[in-house]
DNA sequence: CGCCGGTGAACGTTCGTTCGTTCATTTAAA
DNA sequence: TTTAAATGAACGAACGAACGTTCACCGGCG
């Protein structure tokens, strides 16, 4: 989508490895403190870099959020994507809630979520970003749930009605700083299975 | 809570007057903007009013935002206790699930639920009044599951999943800025019946 | 008069950002 | 291969604006 010459000099390469490791640091100040606690100098001085070098790597300020929040809905599409190919619907359900919710309620997920679900309330950019993810997750479940005998037309807000189960359930456990446990899978697993009369299995 | 003699002269009724603006105020500032770009000045000005005089009115910015966020768990709390008292389990359910949906669902409380969420993160004080009004909704919903012929052991468990499902299905129809449809909360009180077995009604 | 709600200038701090500069690395000429 | 020019990463002081908060000072009720 860039260069259209890598560049595999030495210096470039260190480069990278700076900018990645600003972002790395960024998400770490944003996690510990929140976006709106954290400033450019806190950033820099946690990654051992000066202010003005910090800003050769990023245009802004916003412009490294928006980074960030696009890092992590690229994540989240990867996660996606890996769990659409399993072979029987059911089973493809119950993986979906549980790789979803996995990813949802790891802590620093969880607190990203909600210190950007902040930003993008002011901020076209990352709000269109949301959306395109929300949009993603809701057709490939919908599609699940049609494989099990839910008609098209109702799948759609089946689906988003699971996806506000998950994330919701996810927060709450993410937010507390626990790992979640296999107990809150389960339950949430068969929580799911029962909304969408499927208990018989 | 505070003051053993009400004072009823006209001076202290103004001052009450007052106060209550600048909180109106000041919510308005916070959804509309959001906490963290809400400055003192901008309450100040939206309301007609000084910062000096802000600062008569409440110690510090802190102190406001903890001031909220109490008037809002206040608020909630009135909305459950007038709910729980109904005949028949069922229809209670039916009636808390839709009573607590329209109230996270008003664009208002969906934007201040994210904010102040935010805000909890790092506040032990406003994190405490939410994890009290957690535990009034999932004991008052437990109570009206365990009426429906759940056990007592795994009533709290599923509250908690439905109260899951309400407030991440209420954020996302709040936070579009749009009132909830009867469509969105119809289809919710399904939802729950099914994950509860009570489809029968 | 005394009290207190009300004022807005001013304080010190911190913010995001810019600037001139240094210097190692890369590139190109000799 | 040696050398000179070009590049851009890295620095940290400095900028103006905005922040939360304080303060000395009014002026109208009680």
């Known amino acids: 989508m860039e260069d259209g010459e890598p560049k595999r000099t030495r210096r470039d390469a260190t480069t990278r490895a700076r900018r990645a490791l600003l972002i790395e640091t960024a998400i770490a100040c ?7 606690r954290t400033g450019m100098r806190d950033i ?3 990654a051992g870099v000066s202010v003005g070098n910090l800003y050769n790597h990023f245009p802004g300020r916003d412009d490294l959020i928006a980074e960030i929040a ?10 996606v994507t890996q769990v659409a190919r399993c072979a029987d619907a059911h089973d493809a359900i119950d993986s979906f809630v ?19 679900t902040s930003e993008a309330l002011r901020n076209p950019a990352i709000d269109a970003l949301f959306s ?3 949009a993603l997750l809701v057709d490939t479940l919908a599609t699940l749930i049609t494989g099990c005998g839910w008609r098209e037309t109702q799948a759609p807000a089946q689906a988003a009605l699971i996806l506000d189960t998950i994330e919701g359930s996810a927060l709450r456990v993410g937010l507390t700083g626990e ?20 208990e018989g299995n």
Chains 1, 2 share one sequence.
């Open 30 to 36: 944003f996690v510990e403190q929140g976006i709106a």
């Open 98 to 116: 549980e790789s979803y919710f996995l990813y949802c309620a790891d802590p620093i997920s969880a607190v990203l979520t909600v210190e950007i």
């Open 44 to 46: 820099a001085k946690k």
């Open 179 to 198: 790992k979640p446990g296999k107990r809150d899978t389960k339950a949430l697993i068969s929580f799911v299975r029962r909304a969408l009369a499927l």
């Open 70 to 79: 696009r890092i992590e809905t690229a994540d989240l599409a990867d996660v």
């Open 132 to 134: 395109g993810s929300r």
